[in-house]
């Protein structure tokens, strides 16, 4: 069973730019969620989708934002790129339903310059 | 997280002794509590948890300790190897098991 993925490894862009970041989870995984962990330190929470839906977001500035689709896949986009938004940007996955398990994916490297 | 504190936020031991992180949390309903770990470079991964029915549950070298009444867990690892070096997160329920938050973590080294 394949994990959790996120494309691109690496992505470098510059202050004021646009990114998106993108998550696929494990299949069955109806949920999914964003963090931002900077400079190896701790997993700030993002987003959390499931079924489609935004169920809650963390303390970020609305230029975080996101979407799941049908196949519940999921974008992170980051507009009006600032230079501490540098960080590994993780996905994880559950099957929600309470069960409350979460399986990150390797993450996305976003500098910006 | 916001609800969860973690300590401490470094630790160094000899290899072969004993490490134990702890956690607090601040939502007396919640029932599911994970420890995850990250070596460098890597994803965290899930590496133990508990559910409230239980007040400990081991695993080989790694045992979680949960107290409901104090609103505390903790990670405890023994005969610590040098492969035991990582990042380890505690996590916690925001609302929900659906919904977690996770601590500051740990930076664990072990000396050989």
């Known amino acids: 069973e394949a994990g959790v993925t996120q494309s691109p490894t690496h992505l470098i862009k510059t202050r004021g730019q646009q990114a998106t970041l993108r998550c696929s989870p494990i299949s069955g995984h109806t949920s999914v969620y964003w963090y931002q962990q900077a400079l190896g330190l701790g997993l700030q929470f993002l987003l959390w989708?499931?079924?489609?839906?935004?169920?809650n977001r963390g303390n970020f500035p609305p230029r975080f934002s996101g979407r799941q689709f049908p196949n519940y896949s999921s974008e992170l986009n980051v507009n009006a790129l600032e230079l501490e938004d540098s960080a590994l940007y993780l996905c994880?996955?559950?099957?929600?339903?309470?069960?409350?398990?979460?399986?990150f994916g390797p993450g996305t490297r976003l500098t910006v310059l | 997280g916001e609800n969860v504190e973690q300590h401490p936020s470094t630790l160094s031991v000899q290899e072969g002794d004993s490490a134990v992180i702890k956690c607090t949390y601040s939502?007396?309903?919640?029932?599911?509590f994970p420890w995850y770990k990250q070596e460098l470079g890597k994803r965290p991964q899930l590496i133990i948890d508990?559910?409230?029915?239980?007040g400990e549950k081991k695993d080989q070298r790694i045992a979680v300790t949960l107290n409901k009444t104090a609103k505390h867990f903790s990670l405890h690892i023994t005969e610590t190897q040098p492969e035991d070096s990582a990042v380890y997160f505690c996590?916690?329920?925001?609302?929900?098991?659906?919904?977690?938050?996770f601590g500051a973590g740990t930076r664990l080294t072990v000396k050989p």
């Open positions: 996590a916690a329920p925001l609302y929900n098991n659906n919904d977690m938050r």
């Open positions: 508990i559910r409230s029915n239980v």
């Open positions: 939502d007396s309903a919640s029932n599911y």
């Open positions: 989708y499931d079924e489609g839906e935004e169920r």
């Open positions: 994880a996955s559950s099957l929600g339903q309470g069960r409350g398990e979460q399986f």
